[in-house]
């Protein structure tokens, strides 16, 4: 407590002089990425004999754009054709490319389905996504790829983020060495946090894998793990897994965010309460109360809510709350997809109304800044020379 007083007394002698140095970031995170049997049928243009995901994000990329950083779990792995959806996963590159098309400025890759294709899979993933740069992190190719990736450190506007991904487990399949998925061992996860700690970042993210599929309050491990996380020095855990929302809580006096489920970004699947998901907006803010000293807190945090339809031509697209709400997009015109929008709404809102601590819902379109070349984000080993 004493400490806590100096150092308000501190910042409130200091601010004066060096309010020059306050900034801002702003971070979007996202749940599910998948990509089922119906999704790549979709995506499959006849004409041109290749894959387009762009229609299906066309609606949800000025959200993604209009973060400084946009994180999301990709749960399907690049492994090559043939092909596949549910139960052992392998979507087309053009995906992770639109991905990166929309503003996603990194990828977890630790959940069950990063084994689907075995080994080669695994490696194929990792392949694709550094030939794409777009920073990832959860699966590594050997011992010495995690030592020098992990944790995934990003870099935007004077802010510097470590994240750290684990999962629950890869639905029983093995995982071949060399080969390294982050799992939820505490052991481990102390380590990687100390190791965290040390790079000096001005806040260290744990994006999880976990929970019970399909429930709408978190389980007791859950809540266990999220504690662990912020003993060790963790500031943001950001869930997904249950393929349905769960409930977020800022704890604005501890300067600690969790999103235990963000449920599906995007899938095929169509059953009530997963048939779309919630995007965390957090803004973290800097002040520089020395030359060479900050403190980062959470500043605000609230969420998107998102639909994914599937219209008459059986094509996908991710509907967020607001365009639909503020006629910003035609909404469908059947009966059936209006009632299962307004039902994934209402829903959600009832959830979060009850469970949330400190999170409203935005309901009004982002403002999306242009970006320029250098607010992308790069890793360590991206901004050495040649």
Request: proline share 6%.
């Amino acid at each position: 407590m004493i400490k806590k007083l100096l150092l308000g007394c501190l910042m409130t002698c200091t601010l004066p002089v060096f309010a020059q140095d306050t900034t801002r970031l702003s971070l979007l995170f996202v749940g599910d990425v998948m990509g089922h049997d119906s999704q790549i049928a979709a995506a499959y243009d006849p004409v041109g004999k290749k894959y387009d995901y762009s229609t299906c994000f066309q609606y949800v990329k000025p959200y993604i754009e209009s973060a400084d950083l946009a994180i999301g779990n990709l749960e399907v792995t690049l492994a090559g054709p043939p092909y596949k959806g549910y139960p052992q996963f392998s979507s087309p590159d053009a995906l992770a490319r639109t991905l990166q098309d929309i503003g996603f400025d990194a990828l977890v890759t630790a959940n069950n389905h990063c084994v689907d294709r075995g080994k080669k899979g695994l490696e194929r993933t990792v392949m694709m996504l550094d030939s794409l740069q777009i920073p990832h992190t959860g699966t590594f190719v050997d011992t010495v790829s995690r030592m020098n990736d992990q944790p995934m450190i990003l870099e935007r506007k004077g802010f510097k983020l470590a994240v750290l991904n684990y999962t629950y487990g890869t639905n029983g399949l093995p995982v071949y060495k060399p080969n390294i998925v982050n799992r939820l061992d505490t052991a481990t996860m102390r380590k990687d946090l100390v190791h965290a700690r040390a790079q000096k970042p001005d806040a260290i993210i744990v994006f999880t894998h976990w929970g019970e599929e399909y429930q709408s309050l978190p389980s007791a491990l859950q809540k266990r793990l999220t504690e662990f996380c912020f003993k060790h020095g963790a500031q943001l855990v950001i869930g997904a897994h249950p393929h349905v929302i769960q409930p977020m809580e800022w704890r604005k006096a501890e300067n600690r965010f969790v999103a235990y489920s963000l449920g599906n970004f995007i899938s095929g699947q169509r059953k009530r309460y997963t048939d779309g998901g919630a995007m965390a907006y957090i803004e973290l803010e800097k002040i520089a109360y020395k030359p060479d000293s900050a403190i980062t807190t959470i500043d605000s945090a609230a969420y998107y809510l998102e639909w994914v339809h599937r219209d008459a031509a059986k094509d996908y697209y991710i509907l967020p709350a607001p365009e639909v709400e503020l006629d910003s997009i035609d909404m469908p015109k059947d009966v059936t997809s209006r009632a299962a929008f307004k039902t994934f709404v209402d829903d959600s809102r009832a959830l979060y109304k009850k469970h949330n601590k400190e999170v409203p819902e935005i309901r009004q379109r982002p403002q999306t800044p242009a970006r320029r070349p250098e607010d992308v984000p790069m890793l360590d080993d991206q901004k050495k020379e040649p």
